[in-house]
T-cell receptor, first 115, second 114 residues
């Protein structure tokens, strides 16, 4: 029962262009969504989050969009840089509903940014 | 400003041995989460602990796995009688509170069972 899905295992973009990573979820109780970046042999690093009361959140080159009706979120990276090459995980939780806050992760998307 | 620390970074155990994984949360954090990442998969929640209490163990296998977070010292994830299927990366995350806070991850312990 995969509650959070990242259907694209990999994505390749040219340096300077936009990277768009997608994530779908099935649990309507999720009210908080996060994106993590992970390099090999390291732990996930928090990138950006969004709560369900918003539909957009920006932080520098990173923007997350949330479409609650479609149960879909996306991460936009503009402009993409070679150092952005990593595995990106989408995660969700029932943060504000009194739940323990455990994160449910997608399978990850490997982003390669070519110079 | 030390982040989440995990040790050992790599652990090799033979089938049937015990594995002990340690996690020291960030300074000021009293909430610890353990996740497991099997090859080619995302991270899967295992257990959530506060000091001296297990709050949510809904992701823990029913047998051989246990976790603790004592009043003093690191959190420990213990796997008894390891099997090949336990080979994975185990990540610890800490937060200053429960569900309402971001979780910050350690570098992980890569367990290999031979």
């Amino acid at each position: 029962d995969q509650q959070v899905k990242q259907n694209s295992p990999s994505l390749s973009v040219q340096e300077g262009r936009i990277s768009i990573l997608n994530c779908d979820y099935t649990n309507s109780m999720f009210d908080y969504f996060l994106w993590y970046k992970k390099y090999p042999a390291e732990g996930p690093t928090f990138l950006i989050s969004i709560s369900s009361i918003k539909d957009k959140n920006e932080d520098g080159r990173f923007t997350v969009f949330l479409n609650k009706s479609a149960k879909h979120l996306s991460l936009h990276i503009v402009p993409s840089q070679p150092g952005d090459s990593a595995v990106y995980f989408c995660a969700a939780s029932e943060r504000f509903s009194g739940n323990t806050g455990k994160l449910i992760f997608g399978q990850g998307t490997t982003l390669q940014v070519k110079p | 400003n030390a982040g989440v620390m995990q040790n050992p970074r790599h652990l090799v155990r033979r089938r049937g041995q015990e594995a002990r994984l340690r996690c020291s949360p960030m300074k000021g954090h009293s909430h610890v989460y353990w996740y497991r990442q099997l090859p080619e998969e995302g991270l899967k929640f295992m257990v959530y602990l506060q000091k001296e209490n297990i709050i949510d163990e809904s992701g823990m296998p029913k047998e051989r796995f246990s976790a603790e977070f004592p009043k003093e010292g690191p959190s420990i994830l213990r796997i008894q009688q390891v099997v090949r299927g336990d080979s994975a990366a185990y990540f610890c995350a800490s937060s200053p509170g429960g569900g309402a806070y971001e979780q910050y991850f350690g570098p992980g312990t890569r367990l290999t069972v031979t």
